[in-house]
């Protein structure tokens, strides 16, 4: 398998354009999360969809911050507008349930800085 | 008080040593605990997790729980220095099926040649 996908690796765009971020959970895992890291916050999750129904969001920072999930293998994070406080790295990890284990997988990460 | 709290480091050790990391949580409902290394410029990757009080052992690791003292620890023998990474702590805040997961800020180990 090629693990969890994310696109792109790396993201520079100015203050106020829209951001979006994009993940390819591995195959057959039925949870999904967004994850962001910065060095003053750390590890923080952001949201996390189970059988493609978001189950909690309320790690969402603000209204600026949109996610979706419309079939199993794929998911995106929006920010719009995007502000200099939103430069983080950005991770989408999956698991499976069935395993008993909760293992989250994650992806290598999105590189975001806002200008 | 932060849900997961870990001292950030460095923890510096020699090469062969055992190195000790601690966690404190303050959900006391919380029921499953991982422990995550890190990479400078990686991703998370699970090591370790325990759900009940005790010891577990895997390998050079072993996970420690005192669900009584909200405490988790992890040890690694014989240090390498291919183990110098941040090691995340993370808390299953989810009472039954979710993954509600809380991460703790991580400590920086360093083993030393």
């Known amino acids: 398998d090629a693990g969890v996908i994310q696109s792109p690796r790396h993201e520079v765009t100015e203050m106020g354009q829209e951001v979006t971020l994009r993940c390819k959970p591995i195959?057959?895992?039925?949870?999904l999360f967004w994850y962001r890291q910065t060095m003053m916050r750390g590890l923080e999750l952001l949201i996390y969809?189970?059988?493609?129904?978001?189950?909690?969001d309320s790690g969402m920072p603000e209204d600026r911050f949109s996610a979706k999930m419309p079939n199993a293998s794929f998911s995106t994070l929006k920010i719009q507008p995007s502000e200099p406080r939103d430069s983080a790295v950005y991770f989408c990890?999956?698991?499976?349930?069935?395993?008993?284990?909760?293992?989250?997988?994650f992806g290598p990460g999105t590189r975001l800085t806002v200008l | 008080q932060k849900e997961v709290e870990q001292n950030s480091g460095p923890l510096s050790v020699p090469e062969g040593a055992i190195a000790s990391l601690n966690c404190t949580y303050s959900?006391?409902?919380?029921?499953?605990f991982f422990w995550y290394r890190q990479y400078s410029g990686k991703s998370p990757e699970l090591i370790m997790f325990?759900?009940?009080?005790g010891d577990k052992e895997d390998g050079r690791f072993t996970a420690q729980l005192n669900k009584a003292s909200q405490y988790v620890s992890l040890l690694i023998r014989d240090s390498q220095p291919s183990d110098s990474a941040t090691y995340l702590c993370?808390?299953?805040?989810?009472?039954?099926?979710?993954?509600?997961?809380?991460f703790g800020p991580g400590t920086r180990l360093s083993v030393l040649p």
């Open positions: 990890a999956s698991s499976e349930r069935t395993s008993g284990r909760y293992e989250q997988f």
């Open positions: 195959s057959g895992h039925d949870y």
């Open positions: 969809f189970n059988n493609n129904v978001p189950i909690d």
């Open positions: 959900d006391r409902g919380s029921q499953s």
């Open positions: 325990i759900y009940s009080n």
């Open positions: 993370a808390v299953n805040r989810a009472r039954y099926y979710g993954q509600n997961f809380v």
